[in-house]
């Protein structure tokens, strides 16, 4: 079992680099690139002023059992400076807090460097406060405060807050960084509860960032079951998010970067965004440190020969090393402590190697921290191999999915030697199907105890963090003008205000004032032909269904509506069709018709016997050429079903239409039954310049 | 047994489904799970299911017909959705009209993404828009629509 010490100082040491061999995609990487806690917020500095073009924070949080929230600093987007008489010199700042709304901001939670002072008012969705900015120094010629203070925007969908405060002559504490700690951040519909308001929990973040950064449709998530039983996984267990997103990244790097943190993983099922824990689990969401369950078992019946390649892990992978984990102690006083859990099998490692993991910009419980760094540590010592293997088509296809177990089990015979068994467990990395049948495995191994428990599992399961609350070292004289204890929300005032939209917004062209189909054209007439449609239907109900065309003319189709008796709305047995085509040309033209469709099966009335159903009939000035009706052959006890049409030439094509003639093309459709389901007839018309084929 | 595959294409937006395609018998519409899938052949590259970047896409191919393009091109354009199910069967126990009993083996479901392909032939490509390069966390940035011209302190 590994032991959790943390000290109160961390000491950073160079790591290896990773080997790239191993990491698989259960596996928590090892960090490129170590650094100082990215949870920590330097208090006593100039307040910082927005930029355009930067990312607009998301501060994702929720403070919940005393744990959690987050300390922002937020930029500033306009400011103003005036003094009075006697010099003192009063700020005011328009702060941006969050993308989004989040909670109101009490007045304990406002500091001015580690100070709470100045007063306050918070708004969602426009400017907050109603100062004017600009700079109104006028009786401190030595002051030099800032001239550019600053316009006003929309703050569309931001959270805002203006901030003011007096600070006596001689002072030049008025230009620090305002600091807000937020107990309640984004807004966002929790899966757990459905409620809209406040997370903590990943998933919620996730979701928000799938929905509004790359607009994945709804229907491209599997919300309902992974990602909801993502979000039971890391709430039952304490993997809560508390942080700020605000550096600008790929979703899928952060994605990568983040989630294992929280022993997730993201996959994709059937196409599907998932989420996936890394750990087994039980049905309420608690690590599963019982016996494990195997979705298949795979033997020599199931291998594909030759397809089987074992990789064991590196030796450079297999060393005992110390996972130093950074969290940040948040308690309810706002500043927040950074921390280190340094997590190492007992007597290994004790003075190094370490790998430095950065959890501090979102975690805020010990236990957390020290589990992520359990759980890195059990999967490099147990997990000795990965296995990529071929198997052929079974019962496991339709179940099977990433994150599943499955058990490998093969007979090894030598001709020297006793015979062995390869009998291990595995996880399921990544599944290939292919058109063939065939099916490629990656997988994992998953070590497992006598009792078939998960080794990792338990381990982690069993880490808690040492529970000790590390003093602030906050001494002296406090700062404070407004009080720790103060959880009143000040008014909220604001200031309405039209601006300039500098965006433009293009039009879209109107495709009818380029005239017909000028971008890419598809009729293949010359100019020297025209077609006209002329059409009539019966029978048919509101909704798709009856005569459509193609741009240019030149395909006609008659989609028959859906029957009662087969799922659809029309009850109708005489669903009819006419549409008659006037072709004019200019020079001689030979005509060809190309007749596609779905239509019933061949009817047998009980009393008169087979009858004519879905009949076609095609007439070119005046002469029946075509004539086309349900497939004897395709009688069907199944009424349901549409087979394509049987076909007779009455006229042999193709069909001759002098220069400078009109002719007459007629189809005409008619049915005697409402058995119908995706049934239509479709007629393309092609026109050449030669009886054999030249393109008009 | 004799091992028999089949694949269904369905192009849908939200609950309304634009085509339903089956590649396996041939010249007819067969009625499955309530819904009638006409013929029309394609071949798909096979189904991945796991890690992200292994499973960017897979694709489609179709014939290069008039009706194919104009279903795809609205696809692609609209951003509409594809479900591919691959079907195994006995088919010795019939090949004429889905079995009740089929297995289904895989299922994908993707935006379509990409289409290309030449004269004869193209290929729709379904996967997730979810770019695998660029920025685009956080989803907004600081703009002058929406802050003007910021201090500078």
């Known amino acids: ?696 | 047994m004799d091992r028999g595959q089949s694949q269904y294409l369905r192009i849908f937006s939200g609950n309304t489904t634009y085509q339903r395609w089956q590649s396996y018998y041939v010249n007819s519409s067969v009625t499955w799970e309530g819904a009638s899938w006409a013929y029309q052949d394609f071949d798909a590259d096979g189904i991945t299911a796991g890690e992200v970047q292994s499973e960017a896409s897979i694709s489609v191919t179709l014939p290069a017909t008039t009706n194919v393009i104009e279903v795809v091109l609205q696809a692609l354009n609209e951003a509409r959705l594809a479900e591919l199910r691959l079907y195994e069967f006995d088919a010795i126990l019939g090949n004429s009209t889905p079995q009740a009993g089929q297995t289904l083996i895989a299922s994908y479901l993707g935006e379509v993404v990409g289409v290309s392909g030449g004269f004869t032939q193209i290929t729709m490509e379904l996967g997730s828009s979810i770019s695998p390069v660029g920025a685009q966390v956080p989803p907004r940035k600081f703009t002058t629509k929406l802050i003007g011209a910021p201090c500078q302190l």
């Open chain 1, 1 to 696: 079992m590994p032991a959790v010490n943390t000290p109160y100082t961390q000491v950073p040491r160079r790591v290896r680099s990773t080997s790239g061999v191993l990491p698989a995609s259960a596996e928590v990487s090892t960090p490129l690139v170590e650094k100082g806690a990215e949870g920590n917020s330097p208090l006593d500095v100039k307040q910082r002023s927005a930029v355009v073009g930067e990312p607009i924070p998301i501060v994702f949080c929720r403070r919940t059992g005393g744990t959690g929230g987050v300390l922002i600093s937020p930029p500033a987007t306009e400011a103003r400076f005036e003094d009075d008489a006697s010099s003192n010199i009063t700020a005011s700042y328009h702060l941006v807090l969050s993308e989004g709304q989040i909670n109101s901001i009490q007045v304990r939670d406002v500091f001015q460097r580690a100070c709470r002072v100045g007063s306050f008012t918070q708004t969602y969705d426009r400017r907050a406060g109603t100062f004017v900015a600009g700079n109104f120094i006028n009786n401190s010629p030595n002051l030099e405060a800032p001239t550019y203070c600053g316009t006003s925007g929309t703050y569309d969908g931001l959270s805002t807050m203006a901030f003011s405060v007096t600070i006596p002559a001689g002072f030049d504490q008025w230009n620090r960084q305002v600091h807000c700690f937020i107990r309640g951040g984004i807004y966002v519909s929790r899966l757990l509860d459905s409620v809209t308001g406040p997370s903590n929990n990943v998933a919620d973040l996730l979701l928000y960032l799938l929905r509004n950064s790359s607009k994945v449709p709804d229907a491209m998530i599997d919300t309902a079951t992974s990602f909801l039983a993502a979000a039971t996984f890391t709430n039952v267990n304490g993997f809560w998010f508390n942080g700020v997103v605000s550096q600008s990244t790929n979703l899928l790097d952060w994605v990568g970067d983040t989630l294992p943190y929280f022993l997730l993983r993201q996959t994709r099922i059937g196409g599907k965004e998932a989420l996936v824990p890394l750990l087994p689990t039980n049905a309420n969401g608690s690590i599963n440190t019982g016996p494990v369950d195997w979705a298949f078992t795979f033997t020599e019946e199931h291998i594909i020969p030759g397809s089987f390649e074992i990789i064991y892990t590196p030796l450079a992978d297999r060393k005992p090393f110390c996972a130093t984990v950074l969290w940040r102690q948040q308690d309810d006083l706002g500043i927040p402590v950074m921390r280190t859990a340094e997590v190492r099998y007992t007597n290994t490692a004790v003075d190094g190697p370490y790998e430095q993991h950065d959890l501090s910009g979102f975690c805020s419980t010990e236990n957390h921290a020290v589990k992520v760094g359990t759980y890195i540590l059990s999967k490099r010592k147990h997990v000795t191999h990965r296995l990529m293997i071929g198997v052929k088509p079974d019962a496991f296809n339709e179940n099977l999915a990433a994150g599943d177990l499955v058990r490998v089990r093969l007979k090894r015979v030598a001709s020297t030697g006793a015979d062995s068994v390869h009998d291990y467990l595995y996880e399921v990395d990544r599944i290939g199907k292919s058109i063939t049948g065939e099916v490629q495995l990656d997988l994992t191994h998953f070590p497992v105890d006598a009792n078939r428990a998960s080794v990792v599992a338990q381990e982690v399961a069993a880490a808690t963090g040492t529970g000790l609350l590390l003093p602030t070292g906050l001494t002296g004289i406090t700062c404070d003008v407004n009080s720790s204890a103060d959880t009143s929300v000040p008014a909220e005032t604001f200031t309405e205000a039209t601006f300039p939209d500098y965006g433009i917004a293009i039009s879209e062209v109107e495709e009818e004032g380029l005239g017909d189909d000028q971008e890419n054209p598809k009729d293949d007439l010359g100019s020297d032909v025209n077609i006209s449609w002329a059409t009539t239907q019966s029978g048919l109900v509101a909704g798709p269904g009856g005569w459509v065309f193609e741009p240019g003319g030149l395909t006609i189709r008659f989609n028959i509506q859906d029957g009662t008796t087969c799922g659809g709305s029309n009850p109708s047995n005489d669903q009819a069709g006419q549409a008659t085509a006037t072709i004019i040309t200019t020079r001689r033209l030979f005509l060809h018709l190309e007749l596609t469709g779905a239509v019933k099966s061949y009817a047998i009335d009980p009393i008169d016997g087979p009858y004519e159903d879905d009949v076609m009939t095609i007439s070119f000035n005046g002469q029946e050429i075509r004539r086309a009706l349900s497939d004897t052959d395709k009688y069907n006890v199944d009424n349901c079903l549409m087979f394509p049409p049987v076909q007779e030439e009455l006229a042999s094509g193709p069909f001759v239409l002098p220069p400078g003639s009109t002719n007459v093309l007629v189809l005409d459709y008619e049915s005697e039954n409402s058995s119908h389901r995706g049934a239509f007839y479709q007629c393309t018309l092609r026109f050449f310049t030669e009886p054999t084929g030249r393109p008009a």
